[in-house]
């Protein structure tokens, strides 16, 4: 079975900084692109970060370029995304999700919250 | 950017109801389209990926079509359990992006 577990959210200052973690069971994440995307408190989804399998090449939503930065582990088997310079904005619940053939979304983590507080 | 754009952004329905969802995008996104239904404090779920394909599991009650740069969600026979908020997206270029939701309400 396919399972995604998001981690490490939580309550931060603005301005602060806050490391996410996605470990994924079922399946070797070395064979897929990987993402992150958000949902702020009442909102619809956002797309944060794309991954892809060997780490060589990721992309951004333009309000997290400089500040978010996405990685892997496929030894561990997980998926990170390191925040900084954490903005009011950035309160969101953050989902990881696997990629699989085109770039479809096929399998969601559970999601973890993040609220930046001043 | 590519905008995508959801109409209607609500809809009341009854079980056993058809309803039909519409997703436009602002520029071609070849038939890189998906769906995804989230229910209240609930990770979202995959339905259709490439305008029409069902993902594994789905239920062949979800259907998805397109005409032109207009993409549209259909469900058939609505139950409980499909009164939720949908989303489409657009995976063709970065930045990927979603269309704002549509909630489905029960009448």
């Known amino acids: 079975e396919v399972l995604l577990a998001e981690s490490g959210g939580g309550l931060v200052q603005l301005g602060g900084s806050l490391r996410l973690s996605c470990a994924a069971s079922g399946f070797s994440i070395s064979n897929y692109w990987m993402t992150w995307v958000r949902q702020a408190p009442g909102r619809g989804l956002e797309w944060v970060a794309n991954?892809?399998?060997?780490?060589?090449?990721?992309h951004y939503v333009d309000s997290v370029k400089g500040r978010f930065t996405v990685s892997r582990d496929n030894a561990k088997n997980s998926l990170y995304l390191q925040m900084n310079s954490l903005r009011a904005g950035d309160t969101a619940v953050y989902y990881c999700?696997?990629?699989?053939?085109?770039?479809?979304?096929?399998?969601w983590g559970q999601g973890t919250l993040v609220t930046v507080s001043s | 950017d590519i905008q995508m754009t959801q109409s209607p952004s609500s809809l009341s329905a009854s079980v056993g109801d058809r309803v039909t969802i519409t997703c436009r995008a602002s520029?071609?996104?070849?038939?890189?389209l998906a769906w995804f239904q989230q229910k209240p404090g609930k990770a979202p779920k995959s339905l259709i990926y490439?305008?029409?394909n069902l993902q594994s599991g789905v239920p062949s009650k979800f259907s998805g079509g397109r005409s032109g740069t207009d993409f549209t969600l259909t469900i058939s026979s609505l139950q409980p359990e499909d009164f939720a908020t949908y989303y489409c997206q657009q995976y063709n270029s970065y930045p990927i992006t979603f269309g704002q939701g549509t909630r489905l309400e029960i009448k």
């Open positions: 490439g305008v029409s």
């Open positions: 520029q071609g996104i070849s038939n890189y």
């Open positions: 991954i892809k399998q060997d780490g060589s090449e990721k």
């Open positions: 999700a696997r990629l699989w053939n085109g770039g479809e979304i096929d399998y």
